[in-house]
């Protein structure tokens, strides 16, 4: 019972996140400069069918009316019309929502194939020029933002060896060697930025798992060094490390708005670029909603699995 209790705090936490956001992601829509009906109707346009526009869009009323009119339409699943596309919003989200996912996970893939042995061998060779090196490579990629990677790999992967194409999208539906031929660039530059973060959480958690004394127990029972980091140390430390990869999943899929646009990956983060470029405003407002709700349901993911397999978080670190 105390677990189900922590889950709906969590829950109803996220449900006023969620009410906060739409109200800042409201808010801030609609400072954008321009007006939206004389962007739709041209610079042409007369006073009297930029005003008829305004009231069929529900522009004339009070914001607080139009903020009400939308969050009822968020809530039976309209998120209203794109004023660029003509199509309903939540249908482009539906199409371009799967290929950032993909992106997102595949780089999650590469950072934690990256990082995890990366931190096991600093940790067992804690303190030496090895342990430097992964820190120093760690680091590195920490300090670089992630669409600066994305041009390195261009750069070097795809101008200087011509092994891969700088941009595009296929799906894995129809050709699943094409998809993975353009998904390997992206994915790696964002899985080499995401790689610090849970190299090093896997090395503290590594090392501290390193001095406990079941460890020295295992190892007087004559278990290889092998045996006793990987079967015993490993998996004691691998709670923090997942729910680290949780939220790295999080950043990685905000982190897809700016490199889309570098590999021309037409996905949710390049839907939301064009939809700013266009003052798009149901457009803009239902990418941001989608995007935060996949940030918070990452974390939520993570809270309620760290919870399950450490009571003392849901009684509050009594126990």
């Known amino acids: 019972m105390a677990f189900i209790s922590y889950l709906l705090k969590r829950l109803a936490f996220m449900a006023i996140t969620l009410l906060l956001v739409t109200l800042i992601a409201f808010g801030l829509t609609n400072i954008l400069p321009g007006n939206v ?17 305004e009231a069929q869009l529900g522009l004339d009323q009070p914001l607080y ?10 809530i039976q699943g309209d998120m209203g019309t794109s004023l660029r596309y003509g199509t309903p919003v939540s249908e482009l989200i539906a199409i371009r929502l799967p290929r950032s996912l ?24 804690k303190n030496t020029p090895t342990d430097l090196t992964a820190s120093m490579l760690a680091f590195v990629g920490l300090s670089l933002p992630i669409f600066l990677w994305g ?11 011509g092994g891969f194409p700088t941009r595009g999208y296929v799906s894995p539906f129809e050709d699943p060697i094409a998809a993975i031929h353009h998904l390997i660039l992206p994915a790696s530059a964002m899985g080499v930025a ?29 278990l290889s060094e092998r045996a006793v980091v990987l079967r015993h140390a490993l998996k004691n430390a691998a709670i923090p490390v997942i729910t680290v990869i949780a939220f790295q999943f999080s950043y990685a899929f905000g982190g897809v708005v700016v490199l889309e646009e570098v590999f021309s990956w037409p996905g949710i983060g390049r839907l939301t670029l064009t939809a700013i470029e266009n003052r798009d405003i149901p457009l803009l407002q239902g990418c941001i909603i989608v995007i935060a709700l996949i940030y918070m349901l990452s974390n939520f993911l993570a809270d309620a699995f760290y919870a399950y397999v450490d009571p003392r978080i849901r009684y509050g670190g009594e126990e």
């Open 151 to 161: 041009l390195v790999f261009i750069y070097v992967f795809a101008l200087t060896l």
């Open 102 to 125: 993909l992106l997102a996970i595949s780089a999650t893939i590469v950072s934690v194939t990256l990082s995890i042995p990366l931190g096991v061998i600093a940790a067992v060779r």
């Open 37 to 53: 009906a004389l962007l739709i109707l041209g610079p042409n346009a007369t006073e009297e069918s930029i005003a008829a526009l």
């Open 65 to 74: 009316l139009q903020y009400i009119d939308w969050v009822v339409g968020l």
């Open 194 to 222: 995401l790689t610090a973060y849970i190299m090093r959480m896997t090395r503290s958690s590594m090392i501290d798992e390193l001095s406990e004394d079941y460890v020295e127990f295992a190892r007087s029972k004559g």
